[in-house]
């Protein structure tokens, strides 16, 4: 029986490396067949041909998910940033992306340290957690609170949205969406009589183009904007702390050397993978690796897969934090939708791994993690855990 890469089943115990690898040998770009049927692109340097290709491959066509959006949706959906195409995409782009730069997000660097110490403070030498709930979910709400300058009680409900999204799909999870835009319509409602110093009202008060963007279209924006904040790093977070279980020798290598954790967050990033594909669809007949494609065809990079190409990264299935090129990894993509928020993600993995550096001797998973059964994240939702206090200066050895 043929495989199915958009069969949640496939999923179950994390992403199948395995398949993916066969399919980079034998067959990169694969045709999958089913109600969905796409080609899928494994190998990382068709998935960069692909991703930087806007002419060719639109992103606003369909969506950037396997499954088509429903009418009820669309409306929002197509309005998100990873879903619009030049010259849209980068008239809204110019005006979002100057606050998240890395010199403006540098700003929340001591809030986001101290943030992730304190956390950190309250689990360590507790019986054992969910460090999912109580710490990797947390780190990304509260940098997102930061900057949008909204409190734990207005962040907490959207989280149950995102996770909704995530577990079951936008087309599944219609009802909670909606619910969603009760709340941003108040927010913004709110920014808009009383503008404030925060992101948040950037967000309230822009416009696409010339044109004044319609209420349903700001949602979609904000809606995407949240998942993309709390979910990634939520995901790479509790991925590492896996990765460094699985790699003693590179968890020890980081305890001495502390200096590497910016070089251990692109790797994290490579490795883990938190998001596994990007749709994009066909404007005109292609070409791709020897395949003709149709006009209207879809084509699904597997990001995950791309960031396990060994002619790209040798020995890929390792976690090695003295990788070379690690920073290549696609995991916020490539090209005019390359991730707007990849400064605040990579400070606030920096600011939590260096508080957890410090704080942290020794930890231990005490059961298996549970994942979600889905095809487009990697989303663990509970991971038990216990922390044992470890010294609070770490020496920087040389």
Same mark, same amino acid.
């Given at each position: 029986?043929?495989?199915r ?5 496939l999923y ?5 490396h395995e ?10 770009v694969?045709?999958?067949? !089913? +109600?969905?049927h ?5 190998r990382?340097? %068709? *998935? $960069? ?5 806007? &002419? ?12 088509d959006p ?5 409306p929002?959906l ?13 008239q ?7 606050p998240?730069?890395a010199?403006?997000?540098?700003r929340?660097e ?19 957690f969910?460090f999912?709930?109580?710490?990797a ?7 997102f ?5 909204? !409190? +734990?009680?207005?962040?907490?409900p959207?989280r149950?949205?995102? %996770? *909704? $999204?995530?577990s079951?799909?936008?087309? &599944? ?14 927010l913004v ?15 309230a008060?822009?416009?696409s183009?010339?044109?004044p ?8 924006m ?5 998942i993309?904040?709390i979910?990634?790093?939520r995901n ?6 896996l990765?460094?279980?699985?790699f003693?020798q590179q968890?020890?290598?980081l305890?001495?050397?502390v200096?590497l954790i ?5 790797e ?8 596994n594909?990007l ?12 395949h003709?494609?149709?006009?209207g065809?879809r ?6 897969a791309a960031?396990?190409d ?14 070379e090129?690690a920073?290549?990894h696609l995991?916020f993509?490539?090209?005019?939708h ?7 993600a990579?400070?606030e993995m920096t ?14 998973i ?5 994942r979600?059964?889905?095809?487009q994240?990697?989303?663990i ?5 216990v922390?044992?206090a ?7 050895s040389?």
């Open positions: 029986m043929a495989i890469l958009d069969d949640p089943a179950e115990r994390g992403f199948p398949e993916f690898d066969r399919l980079r040998k034998s067959e990169p694969f045709f999958n067949a !089913g +109600p969905h796409f080609y899928a692109v494994t990382h340097d %068709d *998935a $960069v041909t692909v991703l930087k290709d806007p &002419q060719t491959y639109s992103s606003h066509m369909g969506g950037v998910s396997i499954e429903s009418p009820e949706l669309w929002v197509s309005a998100m940033l990873p879903s619009l195409d030049p010259p849209e995409h980068m809204l782009r110019r005006k979002l992306f100057p998240l730069k010199g403006e997000i540098a929340l001591q809030t986001l340290q101290s943030g992730s110490e304190a956390l950190l403070e309250g689990a360590i030498g507790q019986e054992t969910d999912v709930d109580r710490i979910a947390r780190i990304p709400m509260d940098a609170g930061a900057l949008m300058g909204l !409190g +734990p009680d207005e962040i907490e959207m149950q949205c995102t %996770d *909704a $999204v995530i079951q799909g936008a087309n &599944q999870s219609e009802r909670a969406i909606f619910d969603m835009f009760e709340l941003l319509d108040r409602a709110d920014r808009r009589t009383s503008p404030r110093d925060d992101y948040l009202t950037l967000l008060t822009v416009d183009g010339h044109e963007m319609t209420a349903i279209a700001r949602n979609g904000l809606l995407q904007i949240i993309g904040a979910e990634t790093t790479t977070l509790t991925g590492m702390l990765a460094l279980q699985n003693p968890y020890e290598l305890r001495r050397h200096e910016p070089a251990a967050v692109e994290s990033l490579r490795y883990v993978s938190p998001v594909y749709r994009r669809t066909t404007r005109v007949a292609a070409e791709l690796h020897g003709a494609l149709e006009q065809s084509v699904v990079v597997f990001l995950a960031n396990r060994p002619r790209q990264f040798p020995s890929p299935h390792q976690f090695d934090l003295l990788r090129n920073s290549s995991a993509g490539a090209g005019e390359f991730c707007m928020g990849t400064a605040l990579r400070l600011t939590f791994w260096r508080s957890f550096m410090m704080l942290v001797g020794d930890f231990e005490c059961g298996e993690p549970i979600v059964r889905s095809v994240q990697n989303a939702v509970r991971l038990p855990v922390l044992h470890g010294s609070r200066q770490r020496r920087h040389t």
